[in-house]
């Protein structure tokens, strides 16, 4: 096999092997002799690299792609797009492509930070797609951008109405989503675990984590164990 001149920059700044079996055992969704073994700031560093340069274009143009360090490698370079409409094109090309947390979690263009309400139909179509990591990656953007100054009380039931048991990552995305929102926005948040909205594994796990979190107080955590199902 030949191997492009991105691939072959990739094998030359992967880590030491303990890194990349450490990969291999926590990135179970994809073919461990795809995962190169390169620490992720020193992707991050080569995505600023290829937009300096320009060569990124061709990149993520040409999908799918072969190995896991390059799915991250198209993460971090759209994540320094500036505009909106060509991040919403990208990431509507890309996320079909996404086929594991690792990714999924690290992709979060900055840009969106200035466009929440446009953001939302989008999101709101991702999560209702019967595609794992394109639901993750919608609940994702709801935890990343809308549990601060753009908070509503209705993203708790975007995310809630989105939580599928039967797909892995998307129940431990809801959970840390719900552990977060806790942790955030209290007040609100409590009423839908208080409410039972999510499924049980979900529901649990989102307690777990919340009483875990150093950001909820003690009372809380107290009321939030009574809650457990």
């Known amino acids: 096999m030949t191997l492009t001149k991105i691939q072959k920059h990739l094998f030359d700044i992967r880590s030491d092997p303990d890194y990349r079996a450490l990969q291999q055992k926590i990135i179970t969704?994809?073919?461990?002799e795809t995962i190169i073994g390169i620490r992720t700031p020193d992707v991050k560093k080569y995505a600023k690299e290829l937009r300096k340069n320009g060569e990124y274009k061709a990149f993520i143009s040409k999908l799918p792609h072969k190995y896991y360090e390059e799915n991250l490698l198209h993460a971090m370079i759209l994540?320094?797009?500036k505009d909106f409409d060509t991040i919403i094109r990208e990431t509507e090309n890309f996320l079909p492509f996404v086929d594991n947390w690792a990714v999924c979690d690290q992709f979060i263009?900055?840009?969106h930070k200035k466009h929440t309400?446009?953001?939302?139909?989008?999101?709101?179509?991702?999560?209702?797609?019967?595609?794992?990591?394109?639901i993750r990656y919608g609940i994702k953007m709801?935890?990343?951008?809308?549990?601060?100054?753009?908070?509503?009380?209705?993203?708790?039931?975007?995310?809630?109405g989105a939580d599928r048991t039967d797909?892995?990552?998307?129940?431990?995305?809801?959970?840390?989503?719900?552990?977060?929102a806790l942790s955030k926005q209290y007040d609100e948040a409590v009423k839908v675990i208080e409410a039972k909205r999510l499924d049980?594994?979900?529901?649990?796990?989102?307690?777990?984590?919340?009483?875990?979190?150093?950001?909820?107080?003690?009372?809380?955590?107290k009321y939030l164990r009574t809650l457990r199902v």
Do not use: C
């Open 117 to 134: 309400e446009e953001l939302l139909p989008y999101i709101s179509r991702w999560l209702g797609s019967d595609a794992e990591y394109t």
């Open 79 to 81: 994540n320094d797009e």
């Open 29 to 32: 969704t994809v073919d461990p």
């Open 109 to 111: 263009p900055k840009v």
């Open 167 to 180: 797909l892995k990552y998307v129940s431990l995305m809801t959970a840390w989503y719900f552990a977060t």
């Open 200 to 221: 049980e594994k979900t529901h649990n796990k989102a307690i777990q984590k919340a009483v875990e979190s150093f950001r909820i107080s003690d009372e809380q955590k």
């Open 142 to 160: 709801l935890m990343s951008f809308y549990l601060d100054d753009d908070f509503k009380p209705e993203y708790l039931e975007m995310a809630a």
